[in-house]
């Protein structure tokens, strides 16, 4: 069974409204990471000194020995950055991502967070990479952060975010069950849910383009004007668009320069000058959107048995099980869990068949108010859609007449007339079917398939939440 795991479809064309409180147009949410204290370093039994996200180009890690200019750069965020950053933003609701162990090392920051009412979220027991980390290893690293954080903090976290993470952070956060929402994902504007087992997690993504680290990175920010004019056009876009969350991160040691920090102040000032915005925290969009959008779990069809998915697809398409049969073998995943998605997979098992295979289908499907229908022995989907044109209710001079028309049809065809009924009424039918009866049998034969899939379409939009 071919299953893709990564989910490319998300809130779709057409995102869920927030209802953000007060009928606010957007969610801004400050992110302020505190890592100092938590780097790699060999006092901290790392291999080697840090090398990622500082004033240091193409620095480099030191195996075995501490770096000095790397140490106090980030001592510098605890110090001086930490303080600056504080002051401009203590009545604002800002999220802390706090590494456990740098948090320990800074009882005096941690107090000035909580007395800011600012929510602390968990950045992990240490500021490493753990893309190679075994499971086990990184399952023990989060119990442990956890434990400590609830220690130097005095409550547990309920939002987490690695970071430097691996294939299983998230998998082994929401199964904790300890968050009310997950960071570790740069997908949406806006928070969404994902199962792993018996888990419900909400997710709340982050940002790495709204960020300051690309003042330590290539092809980044090198002035603070940059990032000011990324912020606003970035706020600018979502505001335009309404209904979304604009995330931006913080680093103490990076935005907390004196060169760098006007370029944030400005931007608190122009998005405070608009109606309509709200500044929260990650914890406040989380709990917000739990309430208006609670998770709800239905038998997806990418993760459906083969018995179970025929049971539930095979006749989606009119008495012709083989296609859900075929469609169970292709490469499903998550997009394919919708109505559109589960089209597009038994769409192309119809459309790769034979000519002589697809024309079964095409037979079928029972004439267009004809016996069947007279003597009940339709499909109760096929019921559903003639009578939602008012196809069960005719005269008997319409009665007589589509029996002409279908009579003339199938005798020229070779297959009864086939049309997808949800998309017109009575008088709109009575007109395509004079008009394809002057059809040359190709272009009826291209035109019925086209309806059989209209059909299915309509049927899967039924039996699928979107």
């Known amino acids: 069974m071919q299953r893709y795991p990564r989910d490319m479809i998300g809130h779709g064309a057409t995102p869920p409204d927030p209802a953000w409180p007060g009928g606010a147009r957007i969610a801004v949410q400050i992110v302020l990471n505190y890592e100092e204290g938590g780097e790699n370093n060999i006092l901290h039994g790392d291999a080697a000194s840090e090398a990622f996200l500082s004033e240091i180009v193409g620095a480099a890690a030191w195996p075995g020995q501490r770096h000095w200019n790397m140490e106090s750069i980030y001592e510098y965020g605890a110090r001086a950055g930490f303080w600056r950053l504080h002051r401009l933003m203590s009545e604002l609701p800002v999220t802390v991502y706090g590494v456990a162990t740098a948090l320990a090392r800074s009882p005096e920051q941690v107090a000035a967070m909580k007395d800011a009412d600012w929510e602390i979220a968990s950045h992990g027991l240490k500021w490493i990479e753990y893309k190679d980390a075994p499971e086990d290893l990184e399952r023990a690293h989060m119990a442990e952060a956890i434990r400590l954080h609830a220690e130097v903090v005095g409550a547990p976290p309920r939002g987490w975010y690695t970071g430097r993470c691996s294939v299983n952070t998230v998998r082994l956060a929401a199964e904790t069950g300890q968050f009310a929402y997950v960071a570790d994902t ?20 982050y940002t790495l383009d709204a960020n300051d680290m690309r003042f330590a990175t290539p092809q980044g920010f090198n002035a603070g004007g940059q990032f000011f004019d990324y912020l606003r056009a970035s706020f600018d876009a979502l505001y335009r668009e309404g209904g979304r969350m604009m995330s931006i991160g913080l680093h103490c040691r990076l935005i907390g320069r004196p060169g760098r920090v006007e370029a944030l102040r400005q931007f608190i000032e122009y998005a405070q000058g608009h109606d309509g915005v709200w500044f929260a925290t990650r914890e406040q969009i989380a709990d917000h959107w739990a309430a208006m959008h609670p998770h709800q779990r239905f038998d997806r069809p990418s993760e459906m048995d083969h018995d179970a998915f025929v049971a539930a697809y095979g006749g989606v398409f009119e008495h012709s099980a083989w296609i859900a049969d075929r469609a169970h073998g292709l490469e499903l995943g998550p ?3 919708t109505a559109v998605g589960m089209h597009n997979a038994l769409c192309r098992m119809f459309r790769s068949a034979s000519e002589p295979e697809r024309l079964g289908v095409l037979t079928a499907h029972p004439d267009l108010a004809g016996k069947l229908a007279a003597a009940k022995r339709l499909t109760a989907e096929s019921t559903a859609e003639q009578a939602s044109a008012g196809l ?7 009665r007589a007449e589509f029996a002409a028309q279908n009579a003339a049809y199938t005798e020229k065809f070779g297959f009864p007339f086939i049309i997808a009924v949800r998309d017109h009424d009575k008088a709109s039918i009575k007109a395509a079917f004079a008009a394809r009866l002057q059809n040359d049998r190709n272009s009826e034969f291209a035109e019925a398939c086209h309806q059989v899939e209209r059909i299915a379409l309509h049927r899967l939009k039924d039996m699928l939440p979107r």
């Open 392 to 398: 069960d209710a005719l005269t008997d001079a319409e």
């Open 335 to 337: 997009a394919h869990d």
């Open 186 to 205: 740069y997908a949406d504007d806006l928070p969404y849910w994902s199962e792993f087992g018996c888990h419900d997690q909400l997710i709340v993504p």
